[in-house]
């Protein structure tokens, strides 16, 4: 008994852990619904989704967001949103509800819809901002018209078993729960109502739960050292590649054959690491008091382009960056921060477009760092970073022990350097 209650135990540790993201340990996906007015057999509810997370996006195709109604509910209407599918609505006659099915799934709307079916901060195709690269977009919300369902605070029944795609799977979502209503604000800011009933939903993404192997994979180098270590073989799976593609001229030929086959995989340029993303650092030249490093981003996805892309980065020397140079004629927003821990700092760029896999799949910018004299070395991979997240997910890098290495040589030079100024100080002391 004693054994089975340890199981349990290291299982449920081991499920938080991997839901568990230390660089952005209160990031989420906030689901709320509030109830804006009752009608004669439901409610019509305002339902906002909240992309809490620090540096991961929505991306295209964007949000699905599907529940399970705790009753017969319907959805006589949508504004901002619509049902992927109706369901069976045959038991109504005359006025047919928007969706009839027991577990609806909703999807935002496409840009450009007329203004009778647009509601605030709909319309985005589903495409959410991370919050902590712009607020102001990462929050999406629609309209819906319920019947058949409660019409008090006490008789209303909360959906279960939510779900959301983001656009992929990796989100799990835990149960409403009613909150204080939610307090809006008139737009000359001098009256203050709420909503009728507040519940709130939320969901934690997990990268172990999204995908088996990781998304980008990171590559180094330095002026030091002429061995470039690349990302190890096949770091996101080689399953696929008999669909990747050697060839650009083969494109049209491959991408044919996929979407007959109907597999939605992605198709990517023929690598040794087969990754989507790849991260390279180069430790670029070191100057008495600054050291300068570029780092370049390569996309091997001929389907994607990453658009409000985000690549972070920690290592010791980032609360020294002196300036950022962009060589990809692009704004490029960078900034520094320390994280909870107080032991590394966190690099996070930001830009527009990181374009498909081919000629122009790539973005580079270089950074010049002071030193700090108490901590810095180019000696046992200090130069390089200790982590990296493209898009909010982790990349994984080479060994260690490849490492491109400070050679021995130049340990000996500094020091020979070092005795030689002793043996002039101990021959001035001397006479």
């Given at each position: 008994?004693?054994?089975?209650?340890?199981?349990?135990?290291?299982?449920?540790?081991?499920?938080?852990?991997?839901?568990?993201?230390?660089?952005?340990?209160?990031?989420?996906?906030?689901?709320?619904?509030?109830?804006?007015?009752?009608?004669?057999?439901?409610?019509?509810?305002?339902?906002?989704?909240?992309?809490?997370?620090?540096?991961?996006?929505?991306?295209?195709?964007?949000?699905?967001?599907?529940?399970?109604?705790?009753?017969?509910?319907?959805?006589?209407?949508?504004?901002?949103?619509?049902?992927?599918?109706?369901?069976?609505?045959?038991?109504?006659?005359?006025?047919?509800?928007?969706?009839?099915?027991?577990?609806?799934?909703?999807?935002?709307?496409?840009?450009?819809?007329?203004?009778?079916?647009?509601?605030t901060n709909c319309c985005k195709g589903g495409v959410l901002s991370a919050w902590g690269q712009d607020p102001s977009t990462a929050v999406s919300s629609f309209q819906l018209s319920v019947g058949s369902a409660g019409t008090t605070n006490r008789t209303v029944r909360l959906p279960?078993?939510?779900?959301?795609?983001?656009?992929?799977?990796?989100?799990?979502?835990?149960?409403?729960?009613?909150?204080?209503?939610?307090?809006?604000?008139?737009?000359?800011?001098?009256?203050?109502?709420?909503?009728?009933?507040?519940?709130?939903?939320?969901?934690?993404?997990?990268?172990?739960?999204?995908?088996?192997?990781?998304?980008?994979?990171?590559?180094?180098?330095?002026?030091?050292?002429?061995?470039?270590?690349?990302?190890?073989?096949?770091?996101?799976?080689?399953?696929?590649?008999?669909?990747?593609?050697?060839?650009?001229?083969?494109?049209?030929?491959?991408?044919?054959?996929?979407?007959?086959?109907?597999?939605?995989?992605?198709?990517?340029?023929?690598?040794?690491?087969?990754?989507?993303?790849?991260?390279?650092?180069?430790?670029?030249?070191?100057?008495?008091?600054?050291?300068?490093?570029?780092?370049?981003?390569?996309?091997?996805?001929?389907?994607?382009?990453?658009?409000?892309?985000?690549?972070?980065?920690?290592?010791?020397?980032?609360?020294?960056?002196?300036?950022?140079?962009?060589?990809?004629?692009?704004?490029?927003?960078?900034?520094?921060?320390?994280?909870?821990?107080?032991?590394?700092?966190?690099?996070?760029?930001?830009?527009?477009?990181?374009?498909?896999?081919?000629?122009?799949?790539?973005?580079?910018?270089?950074?010049?760092?002071?030193?700090?004299?108490?901590?810095?070395?180019?000696?046992?991979?200090?130069?390089?970073?200790?982590?990296?997240?493209?898009?909010?997910?982790?990349?994984?890098?080479?060994?260690?022990?490849?490492?491109?290495?400070?050679?021995?040589?130049?340990?000996?030079?500094?020091?020979?350097?070092?005795?030689?100024?002793?043996?002039?100080?101990?021959?001035?002391?001397?006479?």
């Amino acid at each position: 008994m004693r054994t089975l209650v340890s199981v349990l135990f290291f299982l449920a540790i081991f499920s938080c852990a991997a839901a568990y993201d230390p660089l952005d340990p209160n990031g989420n996906i906030t689901v709320k619904w509030d109830i804006m007015s009752w009608t004669p057999d439901g409610y019509v509810a305002a339902v906002t989704v909240n992309n809490f997370q620090m540096y991961r996006h929505i991306m295209s195709p964007g949000w699905t967001l599907g529940w399970t109604w705790a009753r017969r509910e319907v959805i006589w209407a949508a504004v901002g949103a619509e049902a992927t599918e109706q369901g069976d609505c045959s038991r109504f006659k005359g006025n047919v509800p928007h969706c009839c099915k027991k577990t609806p799934t909703f999807v935002d709307l496409l840009p450009g819809v007329p203004y009778n079916q647009q509601f605030t901060n709909c319309c985005k195709g589903g495409v959410l901002s991370a919050w902590g690269q712009d607020p102001s977009t990462a929050v999406s919300s629609f309209q819906l018209s319920v019947g058949s369902a409660g019409t008090t605070n006490r008789t209303v029944r909360l959906p279960r078993n939510f779900t959301l795609l983001g656009p992929g799977t990796g989100y799990t979502c835990g149960k409403a729960r009613i909150v204080p209503p939610t307090i809006f604000l008139t737009s000359a800011g001098r009256r203050r109502t709420q909503a009728l009933m507040t519940w709130n939903v939320t969901c934690s993404y997990s990268q172990l739960q999204a995908r088996k192997y990781p998304s980008c994979c990171v590559s180094l180098s330095s002026f030091y050292n002429s061995t470039i270590v690349h990302c190890p073989s096949c770091t996101c799976g080689c399953q696929d590649k008999r669909n990747c593609i050697h060839d650009s001229k083969m494109l049209s030929v491959v991408e044919d054959d996929a979407k007959r086959k109907g597999n939605g995989l992605p198709l990517l340029q023929c690598t040794r690491h087969m990754c989507p993303v790849r991260v390279h650092w180069h430790v670029m030249l070191n100057y008495k008091e600054y050291w300068r490093v570029k780092v370049s981003i390569t996309n091997f996805n001929y389907q994607m382009n990453y658009t409000h892309w985000t690549l972070v980065m920690q290592h010791p020397n980032f609360n020294n960056v002196t300036q950022v140079f962009s060589f990809d004629y692009k704004p490029l927003i960078a900034y520094s921060s320390i994280n909870d821990t107080g032991m590394f700092y966190g690099m996070k760029f930001f830009n527009d477009r990181l374009v498909q896999a081919g000629e122009f799949g790539f973005v580079q910018s270089e950074m010049l760092l002071q030193k700090d004299k108490n901590t810095f070395t180019l000696r046992e991979g200090w130069a390089f970073p200790r982590k990296v997240y493209f898009n909010g997910d982790e990349c994984q890098f080479p060994p260690p022990d490849v490492y491109p290495f400070l050679p021995n040589s130049a340990q000996k030079i500094l020091l020979s350097f070092s005795a030689l100024i002793s043996l002039f100080f101990f021959l001035f002391i001397a006479i």
